[in-house]
């Protein structure tokens, strides 16, 4: 047993399947147990990107520190772009009949006070679409405060007379360190359409799916392991029967009676761990053939013949002379009924055939709140590029590490 | 051998991740404004499963019009148009059209579109409304008066109009359009009988429509009237009489007359249309010259039939839809990233929000029957989140517009008095507030589940909307959420949308959620009655209101008098006292404010939309619906 855990850990194919699933496991159990809290409590009031955020009021309450940057440079860089110049330019020849030479484009300074001074939303803007006219407008309104290096009075209002009182002045080289802020909240995959967490969210989904996909592949291995052992060891008009329960199994696809299960279920009994026992009552069948033949090769073996002769009973002969050469077989084949349990949940919930949305998170129930609100064309990676990536790394680590067992247990391809 | 295999798969690697980037890369590219004739070589013969004809234009369509006879594998190129002379749509035809009979139960048809903006491309109605300022104007009729006792109206048609086939459109043709309506019992003579007498043709161009009496020889509703002339559409006599002869006369067989054959008076015919797409093209013989001054500006009308709504909005933000009715999650970020996209108000909430999505409680289901059970769900609900998580911002809030039996519009508002409302609304949010109501009632949890109970039941509920409709989706979870707050179990179901309006319409649910009337001639009179009024108790196929069976009635009685005011301030207090009812005893409550039609325009090829302040005072109905259609007359080519 120990030589031959410690040839596992040798195959490179199993370590890494193997670390790979240990981050994942560990960031299952660990993260909310460092973060605690609902993982679907709806923090944010819509889809976030990820990013500290800070209160902005406790800004103006923390130390202040001043320093010495360029700010007009800072801003300049980073809100106007050679797009936005070409198109002042163009609105300027265009609605101004400026020469394009007398526009200063060399000097971002210089290019926005020009264009401050003579952009007007009121002149006619003959053919331009009423898309470009907003464009202009916004660009016009990000253009007339960028050079804005004035104090910003803050002011509250008094609740009887109801007039403003300066409570506070903020200057342009005025900082504050982000540490200072007492209200702030680190979202490190931003929110989802919800407003949840999408990592808090993930992790909890992340074992929710582990769990079922656990549940799911012992109760396909458990009924497929004995039917097959039943059917191999004893052989005649059992195997005939089990093998024709088997094939029926086969033949319908299993997938179309997940479906068709789960939606005869109603959502409120649809639990996370019912959708398990669903998706392992009907994915047993492969299981099921390859441990039957397995069984086959071996009941003609000496030692199990030996084992009749002396009497000894059929539990016992399967237990202790069959399952032995079987078990690492059987252990792989858990793997992969784990693997695709989780794909099967993760497929059935973007149908919104898995569990409610409100009581627990899935993977595939991220995957279809993502979808619905349209992530992908939002550009909003976040709320789904994590999550596939989750369900592709465990899938890939159980695969991997099944290879990797393969690779030590099948003796065709021990090197 | 091994490494030959290697390399071969990542040759294999490379060519899919190289495909795959080349698919991804936007096709910014301008579009062409001269038609082509072979699809350009930038698109990869498999991605040919959005009919999109863009790229395939064919200049030598054949103009006829004849689409069935083509054979199979020409469907994509026939009834492509040219790009600069069709207005693109999408939002409003999901599949393909099924009939072209204005009395069919169930049209599936861009063009007939019946409510209260009623959609005139090709089917006309006599007068068309606007939402902006709520009147009705002219189309096939000129003008319309009531008599002082506002018994009788008399509607004067516009000599001018004709039908498609050159013949006049006279008076008879309104009266034989409610004989017909009438022999046949379509849902348009069963919506209007209890109000509508008789419609007589008293001379060529004039028609008298006489309401219903009540026995004091009043009319039963005179608001109805105004509704029907402009929710209507106008068949031709000769037309029908045909139909009626080749069906001999019978019911069933003349409401599911496909009409494939249809003679109509609006600017538009049909042209093209299968499975994937609906084409119209301008009748350029239209009657409307003489109203409209000139044609409307695209040759084309189309509307690709997208999958879904991501299809259809990613072909919007692609610039292949110019005027997208779809609900857009996220308009504002494609706005701000866009020197294409614009909406009809420059900032949220975009759009003009004129109805209520709402969640209507079936009061029959134990629990529900308590008012403190409805209140309470109502209060933990957090319309803030439905406003930015399910809408993307795109409707003013509660605390913005506080709610009533009103829409946000300036108009409805002032028919309430707010500060009379005040003790009786709720900002949301308020689990403790909820929680101590039900407490107060006696309703708490007794077997320790965390779920409480009425009478030893359970207070477990299903709430329901179509599945795919994504705000509703969304909405409803946001509910669901905040049953778990207060110890009531609600679970979300979403069926597909059949299932649904199966179960919706025949009372056969427990929270549901479908909108209130909108905006409308007889509104907000409409949507008060589809609130709370009593009449619809009972009724199967239920498309009207009070889905719930809500009764009160002190409501029924205020309902009964609305039509016959005339004072605006006793209006206002009838409308505030069924809004404290309302407020009160919430038989259903609004989630938030949404527009009827989204009318959001990507102006690569066509400009000159109706935009908020433009001061043409066209609605934002997507250029077909109401007074929106003016849209279609003002439409420039983008330089």
């Known amino acids: 047993m120990k030589n031959q855990l410690k040839q596992v850990f040798h195959s490179p194919r199993f370590v890494i399947g193997f670390v790979i699933f240990v981050f994942m496991l560990g960031m299952a159990v660990l993260y909310p147990l460092l973060v605690p809290g609902d993982p679907l409590e709806m923090v944010a009031s819509s889809s976030y990107p990820p990013g500290t955020y800070i209160s902005l009021a406790d800004t103006l309450e923390s130390k202040q520190y001043g320093l010495d940057l360029d700010i007009t440079a800072t801003r300049l860089n980073k809100l106007i772009s050679q797009e936005d110049k070409d198109a002042m330019v163009l609105w300027l020849t265009k609605y101004r009949g400026i020469a394009e030479e007398d526009i200063p484009v060399e000097d971002s300074v210089e290019m926005v006070h020009f264009w401050n001074e003579h952009y007007d939303p009121e002149v006619e803007q003959k053919g331009l679409t009423n898309a470009k006219r907003q464009y202009y407008r916004r660009l016009a309104s990000r253009m007339a405060t960028i050079l804005e290096t004035k104090d910003i009075i803050i002011a509250t209002k008094n609740p009887e007379t109801g007039a403003l009182e300066e409570s506070n002045t903020i200057s342009f080289n005025t900082y504050t360190n982000v540490k200072d802020i007492a209200s702030r909240r680190n979202f490190v995959l931003g929110t989802d359409n919800f407003g949840r967490d999408v990592l808090k969210e993930l992790t909890h989904a992340v074992g929710t799916s582990l769990k079922m996909g656990l549940l799911a592949g012992v109760i396909a291995t458990l009924i497929g392991l004995t039917l097959g052992l039943l059917s191999g060891y004893l052989g005649g008009l059992v195997d005939d029967i089990i093998m024709f329960v088997t094939n029926l199994f086969t033949v319908i696809p299993s997938f179309v009676l997940i479906i068709l299960i789960s939606f005869s279920v109603s959502q409120s009994a649809r639990g996370v761990m019912l959708v398990g026992v669903i998706i392992g009552l009907t994915s047993w069948t492969w299981t099921t053939r390859s441990v039957r033949s397995q069984v086959i090769s071996l009941r003609n073996r000496d030692h199990v013949n030996l084992s009749k002769l002396s009497g000894h009973s059929l539990p016992r002969i399967i237990v202790q002379d069959i399952l032995p050469y079987i078990a690492s077989y059987v252990v792989m084949a858990l793997i992969l009924q784990i693997s695709s349990a989780i794909l099967a949940e993760a497929q059935l919930s973007m149908l919104g055939l898995g569990p409610s949305t409100t009581k627990v998170a899935t993977l595939g129930l991220m995957m279809n709140w993502a979808m619905t609100a349209q992530a992908p064309l939002a550009g909003r990676w976040w709320a789904f590029l994590p999550i596939i990536l989750s369900i592709a790394l465990i899938t890939f680590s159980l695969n991997l590490m099944n290879t990797g067992l393969d690779q030590v247990f099948n003796p065709q391809l021990r090197d | 051998m091994m490494k030959a295999k290697k390399v071969l798969a990542m040759l ?546 205020l309902i009964q008098l609305i039509p016959f005011e005339t004072d605006q301030a006793k209006l206002k207090e009838y409308y505030t006292e069924l809004s404290q009812i309302y407020l009160d005893e919430v038989p259903s409550f609004s989630l938030m404010y949404r527009p009827e039609l989204f009318h959001n325009t990507n102006e690569t090829v066509w400009t000159g939309f109706p935009t908020q302040g433009d001061g043409r005072n066209i609605p934002p109905t997507d250029c077909t619906d109401g007074y929106g259609i003016a849209a279609l007359y003002y439409l420039e080519l983008v330089e």
């Open chain 2, 12 to 557: 294999l690697v490379l060519v899919l991740v190289v495909s795959c980037l080349a698919a991804c890369s936007k096709k910014e590219k301008p579009k062409e404004d001269t038609p082509v004739t072979t699809p350009s070589d930038d698109k990869e013969p498999e991605d040919d499963k959005t009919p999109d004809d863009t790229n395939g234009e064919d200049a030598n369509a054949p103009d006829d019009g004849d689409s069935e006879e083509k054979e199979p594998e020409e469907t994509n190129t026939a009834g492509s148009t040219p790009r600069n002379e069709t207005l693109y749509f999408n939002g409003q035809q999901w599949n393909a059209i099924n009939a072209w009979n204005p009395m069919h139960a169930n049209n599936n048809n861009w063009s007939i579109s019946n409510g209260a903006s009623a959609r005139v491309i090709i089917y006309e109605t006599m007068f068309i409304y606007n939402l902006l300022d709520g009147q009705l104007y002219p189309l096939l009729g000129t003008d319309y008066a009531w008599n002082d006792a506002r018994t009788e109206m008399t509607v004067h048609l516009n000599p001018a109009a004709h039908w498609s086939d050159g013949t006049p459109l006279t008076a008879d043709d309104v009266a034989y359009t409610w004989e017909t309506h009438k022999k046949y019992e379509s849902s348009t003579y069963n919506n209007n009988a209890p109000y509508i007498d008789a419609v007589e043709a008293t001379d060529a161009n004039t028609v008298v429509i006489k309401s219903v009496l009540q026995d004091d020889g009043t009319a039963v509703n005179p608001l109805m009237v105004d509704s029907f002339i402009a929710q209507t559409y106008i068949m031709q006599k000769a037309y029908v009489e045909k139909v009626e002869a080749r069906n001999n006369n019978d019911a069933t067989a003349m409401k599911e007359d496909t009409m494939e054959d249809f003679v109509a008076s609006g600017p538009y015919m049909k042209y093209y249309n299968d499975d994937q797409k609906v084409v119209f093209i301008r009748d350029d013989n239209y009657w409307g010259t003489a109203l409209w001054g000139n044609l409307p500006v695209p040759k084309y009308l189309a509307h690709n039939i997208f999958a879904d709504n991501p299809a259809g909005n990613q072909a919007f933000s692609n610039g292949e839809v110019d005027v997208s009715q779809q609900f857009n999650l996220n308009i504002a970020d494609m706005m701000a990233n866009s020197d294409t996209i614009s909406t009809y108000i420059d900032e949220a909430p975009y759009n003009i929000c004129v109805t209520m999505p709402t969640a209507w409680f079936n009061v029959e289901k134990p629990g529900l029957d308590r008012k403190e059970v409805r209140k309470a769900i109502a209060m933990a609900v957090d319309y803030d989140q439905i406003v930015s998580a399910a809408m993307g911002g795109q409707c003013p809030s509660f605390t913005q517009v506080p709610r009533s039996v009103m829409n946000p519009t300036e108009g409805e508002q002032a028919m309430v008095d707010q500060e009379a409302l005040k003790s009786y609304q709720w900002a949301g949010r308020d689990i403790e507030g909820a929680k101590k109501l039900l407490d107060d009632a006696g309703i708490v949890d007794t077997d320790g589940d965390g779920i409480r109970e009425v009478d030893g039941v359970k207070l477990s509920y299903q709430a329901s909307c179509p599945q795919g409709w994504d705000d509703w989706n969304a909405s409803l979870e946001i509910v669901a959420a905040a049953g778990k707050e207060i110890g009531i179990e609600i679970e979300t179901y979403f069926p597909e949308a059949s299932t649904y309006y199966d179960m919706f319409t025949n009372h056969d649910f427990e929270i549901a959620m479908w909108g209130t009337v909108g905006a409308g001639i007889t509104s907000p009179w409409a949507r008060v009655r589809g609130m709370m009024s009593s009449e619809f108790i009972g009724m199967m196929s239920n498309w009207n209101g009070n889905y719930g069976w809500y009764k009160n009635d002190r409501a029924d009685e």
